[in-house]
């Protein structure tokens, strides 16, 4: 991640549990719903504040990374009664081995990152075959103009997130992932809910 962006989530953190928890508890709970039954080792990348933290099942192994140390303080203390690990580290240099993690969970983390393709190409490295990406976030639809919200990237990308980004162009960098299901989420369609699969 860019170092204005780690530098703007330093100050965000204090205020980013009251833009989007409930704004988004709903989809990330059925987005975390898709998590495997038997015990499992879970990457969640770009944990930020840890808003996921209590709305997953215990019986997994957890390592949340975040660049930024405040978002992971404010983490820290929603990790109770959870096996969960927390490192402060880079989504586009993940700090793991091939192949040592069963399922990976992406929320609101490959639309902020200045290269998403890179991200998800680091997460697909650390999956062993057949293991399975969690998405939720904001894209654009392959043609789809919108305009303002292209204008809108450059900026707001330096300080928080993109609003440019296309699944479809991402995912097609990525050649060892398949597409499970994508489903509109929130604001008519611009966050999904994707899932995606490592080739075996």
Same mark, same amino acid.
């Given at each position: 991640?860019? $170092?204005? &962006? $780690?530098?703007?989530?330093r100050f /965000?953190? @204090?205020?980013? +549990?009251? #833009?989007l928890?409930?704004?988004?508890?709903?989809?990330?709970?059925?987005? &975390?719903?898709?998590?495997?039954?038997?015990?499992a080792?879970?990457?969640?990348?770009?944990?930020g504040?840890?808003?996921?933290?209590?709305?997953?099942?215990a019986?997994?192994?957890?390592?949340?990374?975040?660049?930024?140390?405040?978002?992971?303080?404010?983490?820290?203390?929603?990790?109770?009664?959870?096996?969960? %690990?927390?490192? $402060?580290g +880079?989504?586009?240099?993940?700090? #793991?081995?091939?192949?040592?993690?069963?399922c990976?969970v992406?929320?609101?983390?490959?639309?902020?990152?200045?290269?998403?393709?890179?991200?998800? !190409?680091?997460?697909?490295?650390?999956?062993?075959?057949?293991?399975? /990406? &969690?998405l #939720?976030?904001? #894209?654009?639809?392959?043609? $789809?103009?919108a305009p303002?919200?292209?204008? %809108?990237?450059?900026?707001?990308?330096? /300080? !928080?997130?993109?609003?440019?980004?296309?699944?479809?162009?991402?995912?097609?960098?990525?050649?060892d992932?398949?597409?499970r299901? +994508?489903q509109? %989420?929130? %604001?008519?369609?611009?966050?999904?809910? /994707?899932?995606?699969?490592?080739? @075996?």
């Amino acid at each position: 991640m860019s $170092q204005p &962006l $780690q530098t703007s989530y330093r100050f /965000i953190a @204090p205020f980013y +549990d009251a #833009f989007l928890d409930r704004a988004t508890r709903a989809v990330r709970r059925r987005s &975390l719903e898709r998590l495997p039954d038997e015990p499992a080792r879970v990457f969640l990348g770009g944990v930020g504040t840890g808003l996921d933290l209590p709305l997953l099942p215990a019986h997994h192994h957890y390592v949340g990374l975040d660049i930024t140390a405040a978002m992971l303080a404010k983490a820290r203390p929603r990790c109770a009664g959870l096996d969960v %690990a927390l490192v $402060q580290g +880079d989504s586009l240099a993940l700090p #793991f081995a091939d192949a040592s993690f069963d399922c990976a969970v992406l929320h609101l983390i490959l639309a902020v990152v200045p290269q998403p393709e890179r991200c998800l !190409a680091e997460t697909a490295r650390i999956l062993k075959p057949g293991g399975r /990406i &969690l998405l #939720f976030d904001k #894209f654009l639809r392959p043609g $789809q103009r919108a305009p303002l919200r292209r204008l %809108a990237s450059p900026l707001v990308g330096r /300080i !928080a997130t993109r609003t440019d980004v296309v699944f479809e162009d991402v995912l097609a960098a990525v050649p060892d992932l398949a597409l499970r299901t +994508d489903q509109p %989420a929130l %604001a008519g369609g611009w966050f999904r809910l /994707i899932e995606l699969e490592k080739s @075996p």
